[in-house]
């Protein structure tokens, strides 16, 4: 029954292997309130089904808007894609809003009118209010084509109605649009967003207070009237960290003391001072952890009103009369047509938070950078309780979250602070024959003792050895970029390589890659080319083989132990799955999952480190399980990776 109804709207002839499943899972989750987690990998047409299932459940009752949140414009893509796809099919028109940054829509920026690389989010969107208020004379052109007396003008309500109707446009297409008419594409979204039926963001959208705000305003969104999507939610977790992780360098500081000698004004020696704070710090930090590392700083020494003497109010007063000396810089600034940024303002939303967060899942650190010889003195503040900016997900009229690799459901309902009591789950396996990939351990060899110089000879020799055995594409994977460097300086192949780096683009290693028939790729874990990237051509994948060498844990330090002991607080006794085990899986999972990108693709995936063998086995997917072949000796395991690659049959 679900098939034949669902067919009113699918798209295509035929269902995935699986899809009915999880349009039926999601149907449910939309119509009865729910927080489903949706494990469903790749392959099973994830997008087109949330689309089906939310049109079938609006046939039921109204359940209000649809807001997809993704990660990149090209998920996003997909989206509007399938949508377009509905509407040509089953004449099921959606109205859709795609919404990107406001930056990468302004057309100012576009422009090159302001430096806006030079300018982070927020000064940048208190760049675009101030000009929406035309204060002092400047103001927005785009805008006040958009907008008359602060209501829609008819120009930009008869270009929606004209633009948005039977058709969803790209983000690209509908910038152009906009443009030529004059008017700002980021506000023509948002007023289209108002009477769009499915909203689609990214991540921050939600997860950013202010952005939810306003978004949820302008599209007439209530939390407790919408349904949200989070594509790809394994990331969710350390996305929603790094929203409450914040910065500062010397450098900055260096800056915003030029910004006073410059517009005469006197701070009083403070961020002479804060700058020596920071530097004694650093020094510390270098000393008990070394060049590059977080020192986590006790209560005591991160007081800064015990090292500038003074008490809070006095230092809150400070602040205050900075922040109004950089509001008046950033004015003239801008009236002068310079790139409005104050850093005297980022100095103070630093120091701000630095002294207002003394909780218990606050953690402060310092750390010492070196660039080109000189050193970089920086000092850091994260919140580790990510729960912080995902439990208003609690208020949502219904959740969805999946992702092809959300293996550990209790990991992301504790973590995220999700009600148990709404949740409902569905795993479903791989929709690829299981015969088109090989899954071996070598449990000869790990890398908890990753520094020991005889594992690594015998990593090296033993990945020289499959490497020969491999005529085809590799991409290898290590836990942490030191690894990389020592083993790969000891591969002996002719093979062309390209090593992943801080500056690598995914589109060069896609060049290489389709370049060269037989080749490797170096990457690292929670790298850019080990997750959410595809490393395809033509819909296929590119790799023959997917190699990770040693469990990707995250790495041993301060801020490791800082995160356990308060998980320890927090969860009791599974602090260290949460903080240890989960991350672990969630990186081997993506780096695995570069390999099978189609039904026609088959490859072997090599994980190097007898670890598999314990806590982490149990927590891998049934069929992983399963297939999953332990080797000790080279000559056995290069032996049946051969007949792999020579027999269509599965190696046993
Ligand atoms: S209103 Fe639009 S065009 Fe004007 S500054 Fe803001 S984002 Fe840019």
């Known amino acids: ?55 079938m459940a609006r046939e039921v009752e109204d359940i209000g808007k649809l807001f997809i949140l993704t990660r990149t414009k090209n998920e996003l893509e997909i989206y509007a894609r399938e949508l377009q796809a509905i509407a040509d099919n089953s004449k099921a028109f959606l109205r859709a809003t795609l919404i990107i940054s406001r930056q990468e829509m302004c057309p100012l920026v576009k422009e090159g009118r302001f430096a806006a690389e030079r300018m982070d989010y927020r000064s940048f969107l208190a760049y675009c209010s101030r000009l929406k208020k035309a204060s002092k004379g400047s103001s927005c052109p785009y805008y006040s084509r958009v907008f008359k007396d602060w209501r ?41 967003a108002a009477d769009s039926d499915v909203i689609i963001g990214n991540y921050n959208h939600f997860l950013i207070e202010e952005a939810r705000r306003s978004i949820f305003a302008r599209s007439r969104m209530q939390m407790d009237s919408v349904n949200i999507v989070f594509d790809e939610a394994h990331s969710l977790p350390s996305a929603a ?60 020494e991160s007081s800064l009103t015990n090292f500038l003497r003074l008490s809070e109010n006095s230092v809150f007063e400070i602040l205050d009369f900075l922040r109004e000396e950089s509001d008046k810089i950033v004015l003239l600034k801008m009236e002068s047509g310079k790139p409005p940024v104050s850093y005297i303002a980022r100095i103070v939303d630093f120091v701000e938070r630095w002294v207002s967060e003394d909780y218990e899942d606050t953690v402060k650190y310092a750390r010492v950078d070196e660039d080109h010889g000189k050193k970089v003195f920086r000092l850091g503040i994260s919140s580790m309780d990510v729960s912080k900016t995902t439990r208003s997900l609690n208020k949502v009229r219904s959740v969805l979250l999946m992702s092809g690799t959300l293996w550990d459901f209790d990991y992301y309902r504790d973590v995220l602070g999700l009600d148990e009591r709404r949740i409902t789950t569905l795993s479903l396996p791989s929709p690829f024959k299981r015969e088109n990939r090989l899954i071996i351990v070598d449990k000869s060899v790990t890398t908890k003792y990753e520094l020991r110089e005889e594992m690594v000879y015998k990593i090296s020799d033993r990945l020289n050895r499959i490497i020969d055995s491999i005529n085809g594409r590799i991409a290898i994977y290590f836990p942490s970029y030191e690894l990389m460097e020592k083993v790969s300086s000891r591969l002996k192949t002719d093979t062309p390589m390209i090593k992943e780096d801080t500056k690598i683009r995914v589109r060069q290693v896609l060049k290489f890659l389709t370049e060269n028939d ?135």
């Open 1 to 55: 029954m679900i098939e034949n109804w669902a067919r009113r709207y699918f798209p295509y002839p035929e269902f995935r292997t699986h899809q009915i499943k999880a349009i039926e899972f999601i149907f449910k989750v939309f119509l009865n309130g729910r927080i489903g987690l949706l494990s469903s990998p790749c392959g099973t047409g994830k997008s087109v089904s949330v689309l089906t299932a939310y049109l």
């Open 152 to 192: 829609p003008s008819k120009e930009a309500t008869a270009f929606l109605e004209e633009t948005c109707v039977n058709r969803v446009l790209m983000p690209e297409e509908f910038y152009e649009e906009a443009i030529s008419h004059g008017m700002c594409p980021y506000e023509l979204t948002r007023l289209a």
């Open 241 to 300: 960290m790094g929203l409450l992780s914040d910065e500062v360098s010397t450098r900055t500081v260096s800056r915003a003391k030029k910004e006073t000698v410059k517009y005469g004004v006197d701070d009083r020696g403070f961020l002479k001072l804060f700058k020596s704070f920071m530097e004694g710090l650093g020094k510390k930090a270098m000393k008990l952890v070394g060049i590059g590392e977080n020192h986590v700083l006790s209560r005591e």
């Open 518 to 652: 037989k080749c490797i790729t170096l990457g690292v874990a929670r790298g850019k080319i080990s997750e959410g990237v595809d490393l395809t051509s033509e819909g296929l994948s590119l790799l023959s083989a997917v190699i990770i060498v040693g469990l990707p844990y995250p790495k041993r330090n301060e801020m490791h132990e800082a995160l356990l002991k308060y998980y320890d607080k927090k969860f009791g006794d599974k602090a260290f799955e949460y903080a240890s085990t989960a991350p672990c899986i969630v990186a081997l999972a993506q780096m695995a999952g570069r390999l099978i990108r189609s039904q026609n693709d088959r490859g072997i995936i090599i994980i190097m480190d007898s670890r598999v063998y314990g806590k982490i086995r149990k927590k891998l997917p049934q069929d992983w399980q399963e297939d999953m072949e332990a080797y000790l000796k080279i000559e056995n395991l290069v032996r049946d990776v051969n007949r792999f690659f020579q027999s269509n049959q599965r190696v046993k």
